[in-house]
C-alpha cells in the first residue's frame, strides 16, 4: 500500500513538473506554430460560436499559392475523402480512415453548411458551421466543444493559411486536464504541423501561379 501510494505521488510530481517545463518552454509554440503575435490575436470567423475555450490554438503557414489553389484540398478534408495531409498511420491507429489525397478529388468539392464529418466512431462529428469558398471554413463538434476554421488571408508572399482550434473541456477532471496539456497538446501540433506542411505541398506543385523560390517553413 505504502509504495503504491508513493509511485502515485512519483507520478503526481513528475507529471506536474513536466507540465511546469511544457507550460514555460514550449507551450506558446505548440499553440501558435507559425503564427505572429497579431494572427494569434485575430479574431477569425468561427471564434464567437465557442467564446469561453480552455485552450485556443492557432496555427499558421504561408503558401506561395492563390487561395484558388489551397481551398479545394481544405474542403475535402475528412475520413473517407481526401484524408488529413498527416501521418495516415498514426490516424489509423485511432480508427479514423485517413488515407491522404494527392489529387484533388471532384467528388468531394461541394462541401456545404450543416454537412458532417464523423472522427471515427466513438470519435467527434464536426458540422460546417462557417463556409466563405476561398476564404473561411469553419467546424463545430455536435456537442458545441470544439471548433475549427480555416482562414486563408492573402499577402505579398503567397497566401496564409490560418488554423484555429477553440476547446472546452467542461466536465474534464484535474488529472485529465494536465494529461491533456503534457501528451493531447503537443500531439496536436505534430499532426496539425504535418497537415499544414502537406497541404502546402500539394497546393504549390498544382498552382501554375507558385513561384519558382520555395516558401519560408519554421
Known amino acids: 500500500m505504502k509504495k503504491t501510494t508513493a509511485c502515485a505521488i512519483g507520478l503526481g510530481t513528475y507529471l506536474a513538473g513536466l507540465a511546469v517545463g511544457y507550460q514555460v518552454l514550449l507551450r506558446d509554440r505548440c499553440l501558435n506554430w507559425g503564427s505572429t503575435p497579431d494572427e ?12 469561453t475555450p480552455d485552450v485556443v490554438a492557432t496555427r499558421a503557414i504561408t503558401i506561395q499559392a492563390p487561395p484558388s ?17 498527416t501521418y495516415d498511420w498514426i490516424e489509423n491507429l485511432l480508427g479514423l480512415d485517413m488515407h491522404s489525397a494527392d489529387e484533388i478529388l471532384p467528388r468531394f468539392q461541394d462541401l456545404a453548411v450543416g454537412d458532417t464529418l464523423s472522427l471515427g466512431a466513438s470519435g467527434p462529428t464536426m458540422r460546417v458551421a462557417v463556409l466563405e469558398p476561398e476564404r473561411t471554413l469553419v467546424y463545430r463538434s455536435t456537442d458545441g466543444n470544439w471548433t475549427w476554421a480555416f482562414g486563408l488571408y492573402p499577402d505579398v508572399s503567397g497566401t496564409r493559411l490560418i488554423s484555429r482550434n477553440r476547446i472546452a473541456t467542461p466536465t474534464a477532471t484535474a488529472p485529465v486536464r494536465l494529461l491533456n496539456r503534457v501528451i493531447m497538446e503537443p500531439g496536436s501540433w505534430v499532426m496539425e504541423r504535418k497537415m499544414l506542411l502537406g497541404i502546402a505541398r500539394r497546393a504549390e506543385q498544382k498552382s501554375t501561379a507558385a513561384p519558382t523560390t520555395p516558401s519560408a517553413r519554421v
Do not use: F, S
Open 40 to 51: 494569434a490575436a485575430r479574431t477569425m470567423p468561427g471564434d464567437d460560436l465557442l467564446p
Open 69 to 85: 489553389a489551397i481551398w479545394p484540398w481544405l474542403v475535402q478534408i475528412g475520413p473517407g475523402r481526401g484524408g488529413a495531409y
